[in-house]
């Protein structure tokens, strides 16, 4: 499976927007890039996903490079619930998400 | 529409007992996954089942552990003769089809906390 590098953490005040990078160099055309996340002592979370172009949902946005080689997570404005680390994982044909370390996000009132 | 219920929250074994950890997967649900996440770690991909079939087994251990999804009911990890590594947070989750391109991506029960003491 095609690996992700994300960063170890990321810090954010309430009512700003979050960006969340995520490297993925060694992306196939036909990976899926999808995005979870986990709150403490919870399963995690589906958030978004994408394949080619960007994406909108009601929890975030999903911005994807050109060459797919990177893509953004994007939450409009972040709430103290918005705390939690943050899962990038790309998806081929195996259809079983391999989760990286992902970014712990904390958001500050 | 119950998301994926897992059963039981908590569950403590001693050493040499079994655990056996529930998910049912959200209605119309097909596909099922197994992840274990050890104390400050991440999730690790265990099993991946279909009705009936194991499709991936590539993360379970090679001894005491085994998963089923039956024809009916739910799916259930099982672990015999526990010992103190098997200590974890076991995830479920599932998938009407292929979770790759599904709308609503995979869904995850809360988990099933296993202690071995």
């Known amino acids: 499976d095609a690996k992700t590098t994300q960063p170890n953490s990321m810090e954010s005040n309430e009512e700003e927007p979050v960006h969340l990078p995520c490297n993925h160099s060694?992306?196939?055309?036909?990976?899926?890039i999808h995005w979870y996340r986990q709150l403490p002592s919870q399963g995690p979370e589906y958030v978004i996903h994408?394949?080619?172009s960007n994406v909108n949902n009601r929890m975030a946005s999903l911005a994807i490079a050109e060459d797919r080689k990177s893509s953004t997570l994007i939450l409009h404005r972040a709430t103290l619930r918005d705390a939690a680390v943050y899962y990038c994982?790309?998806?081929?044909?195996?259809?079983?998400?391999?989760f990286g370390t992902g970014t712990r996000l904390q958001v500050f009132p | 529409n119950a998301g994926v219920m897992q059963n039981p929250r908590h569950l403590v074994r001693r050493r040499g007992q079994e655990a056996r950890l529930r998910c049912s997967p959200m209605?119309?649900?097909?596909?099922v996954y197994w992840y274990r996440q050890l104390p400050e770690e991440g999730l690790k991909f265990m099993v991946y089942?279909?009705?009936?079939?194991?499709?991936?087994e590539s993360g379970m251990p090679k001894e005491r552990f085994s998963a089923e999804f039956p024809k009916e009911g739910p799916s259930i990890l099982r672990i015999q003769q526990v010992v103190r590594g098997d200590s974890a947070a076991y995830f479920c989750?599932?998938?009407?089809?292929?979770?790759?391109?599904?709308?609503?991506?995979?869904?995850f029960g809360s988990g099933t906390r296993l202690t071995v003491v």
């Open positions: 089942l279909q009705k009936e079939n194991i499709i991936d």
């Open positions: 989750a599932s998938s009407p089809s292929y979770g790759r391109d599904n709308l609503y991506g995979y869904t």
């Open positions: 060694t992306i196939s055309g036909t990976d899926y």
């Open positions: 209605k119309g649900h097909s596909h």
């Open positions: 994982i790309l998806i081929l044909n195996t259809d079983k998400l391999i």
């Open positions: 994408g394949l080619t």
